[in-house]
């Protein structure tokens, strides 16, 4: 199974509001998750509070294989988290 860890759109809107998890390949955007590795608030002033990752476990999924979207490895390389192309 390809796992790629990606966002899921939430809120409300013109209120965007994500989770980023880990999906299988072939799920749709909003679809099943197989586990929820944290959020992502666009719309947060304070940078501290826009992102918050469970940082073991995006290693984890990194680790065997997963593969993140371009929007999710910005978010990681923000974050500081390593990752291969």
Known sequence: M???IRMKRMG???RPYYRIGAFDAHEERDGKVIENLGTY???ESNNEK???LKK??????LSVGAKPTESV???LK????PFKK
């Open 56 to 61: 073991d476990r995006v290693e984890y999924w």
């Open 78 to 81: 923000k974050f500081g988290i």
């Open 73 to 75: 490895a910005a978010v």
């Open 2 to 4: 390809a796992v790629r």
């Open 12 to 14: 409300r809107k013109n």
């Open 41 to 43: 608030d666009p719309l």
């Open 50 to 52: 826009q992102v918050t």
